[in-house]
């Protein structure tokens, strides 16, 4: 069993800062990619940010500048530190961290979402 669990969601005033969070835990042989997605009412689920094991990121567009990932291996966990926001960053954030199997290939988590809200 796996649980990927995300916090640090919340409503700010656009301009402010946020930072997300998202541990794994259970039976976890090892982590590979953990990223961020996010969906905005009425829109499609969208990438935002992505780490690999290895620290390489990526991240949309859109929010280049202002949204860093970072991951603690030892904790399992990643992390969406978010600044300047805006009010088109209003989304349901959601977690995705892909679980490498001892077999081989991945099996990929989601987190539950949590809600972020930048009012103008």
Same mark, same amino acid.
């Not at 969906?39 to 280049?64: C, F, H, M, W």
């Given at each position: !069993?796996? !649980? ?20 794994? *835990?259970?039976?976890?042989? *090892?982590?590979?990619?953990?990223? &961020? ?10 990438? @935002?940010?992505?780490? +690999?094991?290895?620290? *390489? %990121? ?9 949204? %860093? ?7 399992? +966990? ?11 960053? +209003?989304? @349901? ?12 290939? !991945?099996?990929?988590? &989601?987190?539950?979402? +949590?809600?972020?809200? @930048?009012? *103008?």
């Amino acid at each position: !069993q796996v !649980q990927v669990v995300e916090s640090g969601g919340g409503l700010v005033q656009a301009g402010g800062s946020l930072r997300l969070s998202c541990a794994a *835990s259970g039976s976890i042989f *090892s982590i590979n990619t953990m990223s &961020w997605y996010r969906q905005a009412p009425g829109k499609q689920r969208e990438l @935002v940010a992505a780490i +690999t094991s290895g620290g *390489s %990121t990526n991240y949309v567009d859109a929010v280049k500048g202002r949204f %860093t990932i970072s991951r603690d291996n030892a904790k399992n +966990t990643v992390y969406l530190e978010m600044n300047s926001l805006k009010p088109e960053d +209003t989304a @349901v954030y959601y977690c995705n961290v892909a679980l490498a199997m001892r077999v081989g290939g !991945q099996y990929l988590y &989601w987190g539950q979402g +949590t809600q972020v809200t @930048v009012s *103008s």
